[in-house]
């Protein structure tokens, strides 16, 4: 059975345990305006509590992933004040990274196409990235005198490494998703005809799979990134000792013993 919901900006299907979010505003190349952010806040709080959801997949509509802030929303003559852009990330960018980040399940991204500016960003804050072979992935914050938002300062050195995430901030040039997989940058290039049908094959695995122990492997990666080993080991010792007590895990060992496959409930 699938659940479809369609909101101004977005499109959302629930099915086979998996959410699939589209950014659906093709002929602005998916680009953020209010009514998306809007539209997405509201439906990344219904993920999180629905425990149909055990994965979610987020792709674009038509050839873009998204190609960032719809700049026709922020020009300024010359005798206007321009908007204060820590507010719009404040209220809007930054609870959308954090949001993806602390979904208690892997985020999968599918980049259909070009991913450009807080796109490229909100692409690499999910968990395992795909990109079709024709898409890109664009810094473009310097051609306009900003500098990489929605996390990319952060994610970026980490992926990597500070000399390429130097030109790719300082130049703003378009990566090919084959030169992103081989630099680190996201998981997988794949055929354009293929990306869906992968990214919702991984999805359905995802689906079958303990929940609670992917978001226990979700946050300890994530710590690991400003944790010492000490911190770390700690981290794994109260993780794990939560899943320890977990349906899934009783499950797990169960099926290991018994030579069956497993039936995780997410639980
Ligand atoms: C666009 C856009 C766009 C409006 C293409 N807006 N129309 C956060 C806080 C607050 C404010 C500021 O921003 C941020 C975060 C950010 O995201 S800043 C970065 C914003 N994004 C960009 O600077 C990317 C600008 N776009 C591009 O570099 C190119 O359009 C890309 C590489 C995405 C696509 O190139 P092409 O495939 O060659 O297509 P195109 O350039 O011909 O674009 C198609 C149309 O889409 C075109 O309009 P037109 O009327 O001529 O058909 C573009 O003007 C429009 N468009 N991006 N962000």
């Known amino acids: 059975m699938s659940y479809q919901t369609t909101y101004e900006t977005i499109d959302f299907t629930i099915q086979d345990g998996y959410a699939e979010l589209t950014l659906n505003r093709p002929e602005a190349l998916n680009t953020f305006n209010a009514a998306m952010h809007t539209d997405l806040k509201r439906v990344l ?10 994965a979610l997949l987020l ?31 404040d209220t809007l960018y930054n609870p959308l990274v954090r949001k993806l980040r602390s979904l208690p399940m892997p985020v999968v991204c599918a980049v259909n196409g070009v991913a450009a500016g807080a796109g490229a960003n909100i692409a690499l804050a999910c968990d395992m990235v795909m990109a079709a072979r024709s898409a890109k992935f664009i810094q473009a914050f310097c051609k306009i005198g900003l500098l990489p938002d929605s996390g990319g300062t952060w994610i970026l050195p ?52 303990p929940t609670q ?25 109260d993780l794990q000792q939560q899943l320890g007590w977990s349906e899934d895990y009783r ?16 639980r």
Not at 77 to 89: E, M, V
Not at 174 to 200: C, F
Not at 251 to 266: I, N, W
């Open 59 to 89: 792709t674009g509509a038509g050839r873009a992933f998204c190609a960032g802030q719809d700049l026709s929303d922020r020009a300024v003559s010359d005798d206007a004040k321009p908007t204060d852009l820590g507010h719009t990330l």
């Open 158 to 209: 980490r992926l990597v490494g500070p000399a390429r995430a130097a030109a790719l901030s300082y130049l703003g040039e378009a990566l090919s998703a084959d030169d992103a997989e081989q630099w680190g940058l996201i998981y997988r290039a794949v055929d354009d005809t293929d990306l869906m049908h992968e990214a919702r094959q991984l999805c359905t695995h995802f689906a079958t799979q």
């Open 45 to 54: 709080v219904d993920v999180e509590f629905d425990d149909r959801i055990r």
């Open 213 to 237: 122990g992917l978001a226990g492997i979700k946050k300890a990666l994530q710590a690991s990134w400003h944790n010492d080993l000490e911190q770390q080991l700690d981290l794994e010792r």
């Open 251 to 266: 499950e797990g060992v169960a099926a290991f013993l018994a030579k069956r496959s497993p039936v995780f409930k997410g």
